[in-house]
């Protein structure tokens, strides 16, 4: 049960992943990868409302959401490759700015979360 | 930035990659972004030609990427204040693996159209995650273990950029010896 779950969360989440980049590339026009960075920080944003609510939340919702949807969702071969290849092409500010936006974005987007998921579920 | 300013950067990273990255049919490849880059005129038209199949093959290759995560994750737990070695390994393996396809898909010989979208986006970006990875540290620093969570993310990201690196600089490597063969 735990596997389809996570299948079905994996399912959505990762053609989401590409649909929102397009999205974001299509309003945005930038070297900068934007698009993945959105769903990076959206998606630890969400794993750290589950995360902190996980007492009340049940374990095959953290399946379907947490280790499907927001692990297919966000990813971290393409932020890898993004940074190296900005790096190599010669854009070394956005290759550093890149890594320390996504760590310190995401990390702030998770502690919302979390600060979110114990204002609601106290 | 303007689009002449990024038509230049590929001839930037074929130098500092040291490869002459022209000989790709298409020309020098354009894109930053391995998922999708509408810079790239067949992925800026690809999801309106196959919606349905893309994203099928996006969907598919998300779940089996997924599974392997979870797999590995449930081999090697980690106690609360422990290292989170499952999903580094997946992070830094993922990375070295985009590294090898990019190459294959960018410099190589016309791959498939739905080698990238299932591969690259689907199995490569299900596998790999990066909300666990951000979610893991903020866990160590909750849990008190502070110096465990910088050491985890920072290696992390030294670790996959490096594979990363590993992985392109292996697959030219094999590329050109198999076109000297």
């Known amino acids: 049960m735990t596997l389809l779950l996570i299948a079905l969360g994996a399912a959505v989440g990762a053609p989401a992943r590409y649909l929102v980049d397009r999205a974001v590339q299509a309003r945005h026009d930038s070297v900068f990868p934007w698009g993945t960075f959105t769903v990076n920080v959206l998606g630890s944003f969400l794993l750290g409302l589950l995360v902190a609510g996980a007492g009340s939340v049940s374990p095959a919702l953290t399946a379907l959401l947490g280790t499907g949807l927001c692990g297919a969702l966000t990813t971290y071969s393409t932020f890898s490759y993004e940074t190296l290849r900005l790096y190599a092409s010669g854009n070394r500010s956005l290759a550093v700015l890149n890594v320390l936006a996504s760590l310190a974005g995401g990390l702030g987007a998770a502690f919302a979360g979390y600060a979110v998921a114990t204002a609601l579920w106290p | ?181």
Not at chain 2, 130 to 155: E, H, K, M, W
Request: proline share 8%.
């Open chain 2, 1 to 181: 930035m303007t689009h002449g300013q990024r038509a230049a950067t590929p001839e930037h990273a074929s130098t500092a990659g040291g490869d002459p990255g022209g000989n790709h049919p298409g020309g020098p490849w354009p894109a930053t972004d391995p998922d999708v880059d509408l810079h790239v005129p067949q992925q800026r038209q690809e999801l309106s030609r196959h919606p349905a199949v893309l994203l099928g093959s996006i969907a598919a290759g998300g779940v089996l990427g997924a599974l392997g995560r979870y797999g590995l994750s449930v081999a090697m737990p980690h106690p609360a204040t422990g290292f989170p070695v499952a999903t580094f390994l997946v992070n830094v393996s993922g990375a070295f693996l985009i590294g090898v396809l990019m190459v294959v898909v960018t410099e190589m010989a016309p791959a498939h159209p739905l080698l990238r979208p299932f591969l690259g986006v689907g199995v490569l970006g299900g596998y790999t995650t990066f909300s666990t990875s951000i979610v893991d540290t903020q866990q160590l620093v909750i849990a008190g273990a502070a110096r465990t969570a910088l050491l985890y993310l920072a290696g992390t990201l030294v670790c996959a950029v490096l594979a990363t690196l590993a992985g392109t600089v292996l697959a030219r490597a094999l590329r050109s010896v198999r076109g000297r063969a």
